[in-house]
């Protein structure tokens, strides 16, 4: 019989505590100690999305954790990834291609059919790794949820994975917080967790000493340490739409203003600006005006482009935008954004809501026709007005086409994408990720008259570094891997 690999899963008391973090930091730490480390998220659920090396959809956090682990961005390192359209509901991606579209309670009578593909990606990371690393989604104690589980402790009692359970304590009511969780779970998941981490504490961690006597006595479960908050950690791309409250502090005076779209999607394309110098990155949020002094105006990615031009009508942003183009700012529209800055936009399908046409800004001579057709690739290219290097990633449905189009912004593999208007004050593209090339994002910052000094890959890598090391000071390691390590024997003592 074939030893299973080493694995260990992430899970934590509550969303945005931290996990994805953690199981980047461990990534980077374990492979700088030589292992073959494979990170994994059986179920996400977030529209800040990557394209992986196989052309297919992964979460973000995913892509992060992969270039932690120093591997090449896979569509099995997320096996199902939940895009929200609406409130209540999705659309549903497995193995990085759309598998459908459904309502919340839809999805949790299906769900568990998913668990095949899910534990095959697994199995497939497994072969090739010294060490998967899991990420669960939310919580383990939404046990209204635990019907068919393959987030959490579903998955990791189908994959046999031990799990450490991490608690933020920079919310407040971290020891009830684990406490709670192992009152409400069952005893062989309670059995399947085999320590606990604080994670994001500030000040003086020995004043935990007594938190952490009592978590153990009420749960049985040891620390296996605690983390003090890492200011670098906050450099790393987010995938959550709570991150964007993370205020970004400068006292530059060229404003890039973003409107928070309800459905706002790849925000993470952002992040480079907001770690500029000379910039001011402002993301507005709903009720709240574009300000009037803004250099740019950014309009975001969209998971749901006709109905996130409502929203943004709804707000007065298209009044503010349209004011702040007379005074002679500029607009970059990036994948959704780019259509909604043309005369129309087309839905024969109901594809993104229900069929129809609806107008646009009417800031592009371009229009868009939606189709069930999904573009997802990697691509590489130029910037036409400076020849700089570009690379990026499309995730988009629908053409867009017009006589803006004459003015394209970039030239992607003998094809041209985008669109400006002639006096190139309003331009458009489908392509995401493109600020994190430092050749183009010094290009067209220059371009509005800002200097950029910036090294953005640099920034990136010298964070997972920082992680890493962080972790080595404040986590048993050894420990880790020991637990890790533990699927070996009790597959051996199951068999």
């Given at each position: 019989m074939t030893t299973p690999t080493p694995a260990l899963m992430i899970q934590a008391t509550g969303s945005n505590a931290g996990k994805s973090t953690l199981v980047a930091g461990l990534a980077r730490a374990l492979v700088r100690r030589g292992l073959t480390v494979a990170p994994f998220k059986p179920q996400n659920m977030s529209n800040n999305a990557a394209v992986a090396i196989d052309g297919g959809e992964i979460g973000r956090a995913q892509a992060v954790q992969a270039r932690a682990a120093r591997m090449a961005p896979s569509v099995h390192m997320n096996p199902v990834l939940l895009k929200p359209e609406t409130d209540t509901g999705a659309q549903i991606i497995v193995q990085g291609q759309r598998w459908g579209t459904l309502r919340a309670k839809n999805y949790l009578e299906k769900k568990a059919a998913l668990l095949p593909a899910v534990l095959e990606s697994f199995a497939h990371l497994a072969r090739a790794a010294d060490i998967v690393l899991v990420e669960g989604a939310g919580s383990p104690a939404e046990i209204n949820l635990r019907a068919g589980d393959i987030a959490n402790m579903g998955f990791a009692a189908a994959a046999n994975v031990p799990v450490v359970l991490a608690g933020d304590i920079d919310r407040g009511g971290v020891i009830a917080s684990l406490a709670g969780t192992h009152l409400v779970l069952e005893p062989d998941e309670r059995a399947r967790i085999h320590g606990f981490i604080i994670n994001k504490f500030r000040g003086d961690p020995s004043l935990f000493d007594q938190g952490l006597t009592a978590i153990t006595r009420l749960t049985g479960w040891p620390s296996l340490g605690v983390v003090p908050w890492l200011p670098q950690a906050a450099w790393l791309p987010a995938e959550d739409a709570v991150d964007l409250d993370r205020t970004h502090a400068s006292s530059a005076t060229r404003i890039i203003a973003v409107p928070i779209l309800a459905r706002i999607a790849n925000f993470d394309d952002l992040d480079p600006l907001g770690m500029e110098p000379g910039v001011r990155l402002v993301f507005v949020k709903p009720g709240e005006p574009i300000?009037?002094?803004?250099?740019?105006?950014?309009?975001?990615?969209?998971?749901?482009?006709?109905?996130?031009?409502?929203?943004?009508?709804?707000?007065?942003?298209?009044?503010?935008?349209?004011?702040?183009?007379?005074?002679?700012?500029?607009?970059?529209?990036?994948?959704?954004g780019y259509q909604m800055l043309g005369q129309t936009i087309a839905d024969p399908d109901g594809v993104d809501g229900s069929p129809g046409t609806v107008d646009g800004l009417g800031l592009l001579d371009i229009a868009t026709v939606m189709s069930s057709d999904k573009s997802t690739m990697l691509i590489s290219g130029t910037h036409c007005a400076t020849g700089a290097a570009v690379e990026g990633y499309e995730i988009h449905l629908g053409r867009s086409e017009g006589a803006d189009c004459i003015r394209p912004l970039l030239m992607i593999d003998g094809r041209l994408d985008g669109a400006a208007s002639p006096d190139g004050r309003v331009q458009g593209t489908y392509v995401h990720g493109l600020f994190t090339g430092d050749a183009f994002r010094k290009a067209w910052l220059a371009y509005l008259g800002i200097a950029s000094t910036l090294a953005y890959e640099s920034r990136i890598e010298s964070a997972l570094d920082a992680l890493a090391d962080h972790f080595e000071k404040n986590l048993d390691i050894e420990q880790i891997l020991k637990i890790a390590r533990s699927r070996q024997s009790t597959s051996a003592s199951a068999a």
């Open positions: 300000p009037g002094n803004a250099d740019v105006v950014i309009l975001p990615g969209s998971k749901s482009t006709i109905g996130d031009l409502a929203y943004l009508r709804a707000q007065g942003w298209d009044i503010d935008i349209k004011a702040h183009v007379r005074r002679g700012g500029h607009v970059l529209g990036l994948c959704g």
